[in-house]
């Protein structure tokens, strides 16, 4: 009935919280990824809407194949499918944005199954920051195929059996959503709180590794210095020993030369 979004998600204990909130009668969150795919033999990506697949709200149902029982299997939009779809491999790009990728621990799926989805009631599939700003088609696939450790939405159910679109029911959806969210914003908060935390341990392991690489270098360079300090005055003090035997070789050699010439003058 109510659809909850965070800016930074929600974790599992969250969902076990709202579920317990007075008004919900059923709690269950999902993922949500907007991806760039290629499904089958076509010819260029198009945007897919991946969301993984429910459990107790807001199921799909099931036109044609089988439900997936693998997390390389999916259930795509039924809209203008048929049997033919039934093992085509839907593939993720490798052109999406990295933190896209890394929110995926499969890239490529097999059709199982095609499907109608209550999140879908008519031709429209939603708007979407990639391509030309429009999804192309909606995915189910299982939970397991998400590497993230949250939740992009919860979906609540509320008490009532409420003909759908009435006046009544929109105005016992409007009283709810009104009464949940001031209860939502502590839990959001401790959400936004538990990110920041997270973030900053990674700052933190961060910069000590830095600083110890900072200081590995530093250490390198001043062994590096030391030795070549230590190399250069070999190198002085050989060159001041070659000198120096130079200089004894030259006098040597004129002292050979004044010997040679007394020895001349006495013969004489």
Request: charged share 30%; net charge negative.
């Amino acid at each position: 009935d109510l659809r909850l979004l965070s800016s930074y998600g929600w974790n599992k204990a969250d969902v076990e919280r709202i579920a317990q909130m007075e008004g919900v009668v059923d709690a269950e969150g999902s993922v949500t990824l907007d991806v760039y795919g290629r499904l089958g033999e076509a010819e260029k990506d198009l945007v897919y809407r991946l969301h993984s697949l429910p459990v107790t709200i807001s199921k799909p149902l099931l036109q044609g194949g089988r439900m997936p029982q693998a997390d390389n299997e999916c259930l795509i939009d039924g809209a203008h499918q048929d049997d033919t779809v039934l093992g085509a491999q839907l593939t993720v790009s490798a052109d999406n944005e990295e933190d896209t990728l890394e929110s995926l621990n499969v890239k490529t799926y097999t059709v199982v199954g095609y499907v109608s989805s209550p999140l879908y009631m008519d031709m429209t599939r939603g708007n979407t920051t990639l391509g030309n700003g429009s999804v192309s088609s909606y995915v189910y696939v299982p939970e397991e195929a998400f590497s993230v450790d949250y939740y992009t939405e919860i979906n609540i159910t509320i008490p009532g059996d409420w003909k759908v679109y009435s006046e009544s029911y929109t105005a016992a959806m409007d009283a709810m959503a009104e009464k949940i969210e001031p209860l939502l914003l502590p839990v959001a908060q401790e959400r936004l709180d538990g990110v920041k935390q997270e973030a900053m341990a990674l700052y933190a392991d961060g910069l000590k590794e830095y600083e110890d690489g900072l200081r590995e270098f530093q250490d390198a360079k001043a062994e590096a210095l030391a030795e070549l300090a230590d190399a250069l005055k070999e190198l002085e003090d050989g060159q001041k020993q070659l000198d120096e035997g130079w200089e004894a070789y030259r006098k040597g050699e004129q002292e050979l030369a004044d010997a040679g010439k007394l020895l001349r003058e006495n013969a004489d």
